[in-house]
């Protein structure tokens, strides 16, 4: 120590540690106000001095009303497993020989069925072929053993007969849903199913390789979904 420097008298040890217990019993004093259960007739004047300020109801606030428009909510309830589904499905189109070369496609949380019957309609007609119409029927058997959500899609191709825009192909192609569609609740099916038209939107998607002429025979066809889901 400079000896220019007063001299500082060092406090004692037991000041040090009679600080440290005052500064516990104080940390102890604050958690027990905090976790003190407070009376109800003071949260009561509490509340009631808020809900007059903030002019809030104390029962919650009302719902807002729904427009006569609204588009009500659907709670969608599980069905079969889709990986389960599309074993049994493969089993049970494997037994009717029109249906053996049905492709059973897996993806995400539903089953694609697509009919190999050759060609389903032809150029821009949207009554299926006697063989097609066969397979569809025998498929309404099937799908009446599931309580899955059915969906119907229609396509089309993009040749002149098909049609000379997107749209006129949009339409042909729900009409063939709707067609096929129909035919299911004629064989007795009587769940709901959804229809789309899916135009020649689905076209650029098929495998190159089999073909222009193939490829536009394929095009006009319906796809069978089954989701994971039961129906609407």
Do not use: C
Not at 38 to 60: C, H, K, M, N, Y
């Amino acid at each position: 120590m400079n000896e220019f420097e007063p001299e500082h008298a060092k406090a004692p040890i037991w000041l040090v540690t009679f600080g440290d217990v005052i500064a516990l019993l104080l940390t102890f004093f604050v958690m027990l106000y905090a976790t003190a259960r407070i009376p109800s007739e003071d949260w009561d004047a509490v509340v009631g001095t808020l809900s007059q300020s903030l002019r809030f109801s104390q029962s919650g606030m009302a719902p807002n009303p729904q427009s006569d428009v609204s588009i009500p909510i659907t709670q969608l309830q599980p069905a079969l497993s889709t990986e389960y589904l599309s074993g049994i499905l493969r089993e049970q189109l494997g037994g009717h020989e029109t249906l053996r070369d049905t492709v059973v496609r897996l993806q995400d949380n539903r089953v694609s069925l697509s009919v190999a019957s050759g060609t389903m309609f032809a150029p821009g007609d949207d009554e299926p072929s006697a063989e097609a119409k066969a397979s569809i029927v025998q498929l309404g058997g099937v799908f009446s053993n599931i309580v899955n959500q059915l969906e119907i899609r229609g396509h089309a191709g993009r040749s002149a007969d098909e049609g000379e825009d997107f749209e006129e192909n949009q339409r042909l192609s729900l009409r063939r849903a709707e067609t096929v569609a129909q035919i299911l609740h004629d064989t007795g099916y009587e769940r709901n199913i959804i229809v789309l038209g899916l135009g020649d939107s689905r076209f650029e998607r098929m495998d190159p390789r089999i073909g222009a002429e193939q490829r536009e025979a394929l095009s006009r066809r319906v796809d069978f979904i089954v989701h994971g889901v039961t129906e609407n």
